[in-house]
């Protein structure tokens, strides 16, 4: 599931020079990582009140939400296989 691999990859850049790897870069400055959080959250709110949505932009706005939100999780030692069986859990 890319959700994993992607968790696995988030992972490694912990140690990563922030230099050289954004993922590392948000991984050391949590208040950075809420702010790209709440941007990208944002900015797919704004996509999803529009006219004429475009799905693609839509998806890719999603996509950064998801990617951030993933980094937060990390940052903070939250499997996403945690999130996960909280929406299993939910499902009726």
Known sequence: MILD????????????????????????????????IMEEAFEVCLELGRDDTRKDLTAEEAADVIYHLLVGLVS?????????????????
């Open 76 to 92: 903070v030692d939250v499997p996403v296989a945690d999130v996960l069986a909280v929406l299993e859990g939910r499902r009726k």
């Open 5 to 36: 691999e992607l968790e696995t990859v988030l992972q490694e850049r912990r140690g990563a020079d922030a230099s050289e790897s954004y993922t590392a870069q948000l991984l050391g400055d949590p208040e950075l990582i809420q702010r790209k």
